[in-house]
């Protein structure tokens, strides 16, 4: 470092060069007005990285310097969300997205007259940037909802997010949510290089701009042409929450973050939809891909109103250009054994680009759906990318058939292990009767188990679970909590620091929780969400396996159809000879031994806000449903509790403004105990 302290001059340039940076930054991005060229900002930049060579304690963290140049990571980081990143619900027509404004306006009550915030659905990658008191902190991925991975270093390198918000008072705390996403005029020059200089060549734009945030290297990173684009916030502490969807996102412009300049408000939901074809028209001659239109209720009190579900809010949805569709070859079917044992035939294509991407394999579905499409072996058919996502065989062109075209049959016994095929009277699947004999289900129920949402078991990868397999190691997943170390060792590529590894990730997995044992089990149509319902509702898997399926459907959310499977589960003797076993092993978890309507938070609705610093928001949602409590997204007039925790915002101010109940982490910890007996 230089020991002699920068001249005045050379601060005052410095501080300079860095307002007139962020301001052409702000221009170019957020205003699409740029007044310098390239050449001339290039040149900006580089006086300012002489002038910080020389003198390094002129270096800012906001400097536009300071983007690139961060050593390579080992691996990404697990960063929590201060508030959970939903997904949205999807409607694939106009009629759906009319359904979806009914239900909006049921919910608010006859005299309702949403109006919605119409913006493009951008085919990117969705992230979170968190900054406190106007500066970029960190930066993550969605993840689950819940935890994403910390790319901070990576989306600095974006010149599109400001490092520092504009604006004298910036708010304390803030997440906002928006997309990266690369223009298609970068996405062609980026493939085109890669084809000279002979390296993999990007499938589409959207898997362009995540593998390019992915990179543990942040400067190859800024070598990729990203752009960003805000659609919402998170969390929001130390400023006041703007009344409506569209205002909260000028002020984000404001802020000098870029948001879509197809903005528009719809004053009702015939104006949604014409929004909706001129996007559609429109879209041909963008820069960049979008796959729909987004849909979010204008009044903010409204959205808090009508809250969320387990996955998606109630306020907002997405509705779905229709699906490209190109024509190719069937050259051939394989069934592949899923979890459950369910056959699925699955096309194999001559492969054919569609929807942005080259597509090889479809779904066929079922011996139903191959029926009706009637379509054989060696036809031409008509492939689509359902949601512009998964690939599907919609028709067959039987006026291109070949002769000898062959009918498409199942195999009478399971590709896997041979055992007997069985069709249920009334119902389209074709299962394996080999349960848990056969090593396609074996294999997929034990990767089940091990995932992190469900037991948690790091480094049980799906290659180490087919030797595991193949090797009859592991023929149950109570097995899992039997293997030696000397076992493990003989695997392929196991060293004994790695098998160490699993086996303390093994142990570890043995505290749980109840809704994530549940969710583990792999019960047919129990998801994460039903999983905490079950575990919530009846306290303790006892009286889960006592209950029959009448009182299952009682259950919120819980449907005839969920219900029967739930019940069945339990009932059959093979099952509950498992879950003996895996209480035998030592997993246990914090079970009330009481039934839900006895539970002392049942019926209540608790909103967790703020940042709690001795439990997680996930641990302190798992111990007050464990106790009864539903725990919601947004505060209501039903919301009995909401705790606040340090930074909370616009819950905190939403309850006190109805009159809830408002407690802080103490107050929580002190119930919590007292309610479990403790």
């Known amino acids: 470092m230089n020991a002699k302290a920068a001249p005045a001059a050379l601060r005052r340039e410095a501080a300079a060069l860095r307002e007139q940076l962020q301001s052409h930054n702000l221009r170019y991005y957020v205003h699409d007005d740029p007044q310098i060229s390239d050449a001339e900002y290039d040149s900006l930049l580089r006086r300012l990285q002489e002038i910080e060579a020389a003198h390094p304690e002129l270096k800012t963290p906001d400097s536009p310097t300071q983007r690139v140049g961060a050593a390579p990571l080992a691996a990404f980081e697990p960063v929590r ?22 239900r909006v306006r049921e919910r608010l009550g006859a005299d309702a007259a949403p109006c919605y915030a119409c913006e493009p659905k951008f085919d990117g990658l969705a992230v979170n940037l968190c900054y406190r008191d106007g500066v970029l902190v960190s930066g993550a991925t969605r993840g689950d909802g819940e935890t994403g991975e910390d790319i901070t270093a990576n989306l600095r390198t974006l010149n599109a997010i400001p490092l520092r918000l504009q604006g004298s008072a910036p708010p304390h705390l803030i997440e906002v949510r928006g997309e990266v996403y690369m223009p298609l005029r970068g996405f062609a020059e980026l493939n085109a290089r890669a084809e000279r200089e002979g390296e993999k060549v990007f499938v589409n734009p959207r898997n362009a701009a995540a593998g390019s945030l992915r990179q543990l290297d942040p400067r190859v990173t800024a070598a990729r042409p990203l752009r960003f684009c805000a659609y919402g916030v998170g969390h929001l502490a130390g400023w006041p929450e703007p009344d409506s969807q569209a205002r909260l996102l000028e002020q984000l412009r ?46 903010i009190d409204w959205q808090h109103r009508l809250g969320s579900a387990a996955r998606a809010p109630r306020w907002a949805i997405a509705c779905k250009f229709a699906a490209e569709e190109a024509a190719t070859k069937l050259e051939g079917v394989e069934f592949q054994v899923g979890r459950t044992g369910t056959l699925t035939p699955v096309a194999r294509l001559q492969p054919v680009f569609v929807g942005g991407v080259t597509v090889a394999n479809a779904t066929l579905h079922n011996a139903d759906e191959i029926e009706r499409l009637g379509v054989r072996l060696g036809d031409t058919v008509v492939v689509r990318r359902a949601g512009d996502v998964i690939p599907q065989v919609v028709r067959a062109v039987p006026e291109l058939r070949p002769e000898g075209a062959r009918q498409i049959r199942f195999p009478d016994a399971c590709p896997a292990c041979a055992s007997p095929l069985e069709r249920a009277p009334g119902t389209v699947a074709v299962r394996c009767t080999g349960g848990l004999v056969c090593p396609a289900q074996r294999r997929e129920s034990i990767r089940h188990f091990a995932s992190r949402e469900a037991m948690d078991i790091e480094g049980l990868g799906e290659k180490l679970i087919e030797q595991l397999v193949a090797r009859d190691l592991v023929r149950t997943v109570v097995d899992l909590y039997r293997l030696a170390r000397e076992q493990l060792l003989s695997l392929e590529r196991m060293a004994e620091k790695s098998a160490d590894n699993l086996l303390a990730a093994i142990d570890a997995s043995r505290q749980t929780t109840l809704a994530r044992f549940l969710y583990a089990l792999g019960i047919r149509e129990v998801g994460q969400a039903t999983a905490r319902i079950l575990a919530g509702e009846f306290g303790s898997l006892d009286a889960l396996m006592a209950a029959d399926a009448e009182r299952l459907q009682e259950l919120r959310d819980i449907g005839p159809v969920a219900a029967g499977h739930v019940h069945a589960f339990f009932d059959n003797p093979d099952n509950r000879a498992v879950i003996a076993a895996l209480r035998g092993a030592g997993i246990t978890w914090p079970e009330a031994e009481r039934a839900t309507g006895e539970l002392p938070l049942a019926g209540q609705s608790w909103v967790l806000t703020g940042t709690l610093e001795s439990l997680t928001r996930e641990q302190a949602r798992e111990r007050l449903e464990a106790l009864g409590a539903s725990v919601a997204g947004s505060v209501s007039r039903q919301t009995r509790v909401v705790v606040a925790g340090s930074r909370a915002g616009s819950k905190l101010t939403k309850a006190r403004a109805l009159g809830v109940e408002v407690i802080d982490e103490a107050e929580l910890l002190r119930r919590l105990q007292y309610n479990a007996g403790l």
């Open 81 to 102: 969300h201060l508030q959970p990143m939903l997904s949205l619900g999807n409607a694939f027509s106009l009629e759906e997205l009319r359904q979806f404004d009914r």
């Open 254 to 299: 404001h802020w000098g973050l870029p948001i879509s300049p197809l903005l528009e408000v719809a004053f009702d939901i015939d104006a949604a939809i014409a929004y909706f074809q001129r996007l559609e028209a429109q879209r041909p001659n963008l820069d960049y891909a979008i796959d729909g239109a987004v849909f979010k209720v204008d009044r």
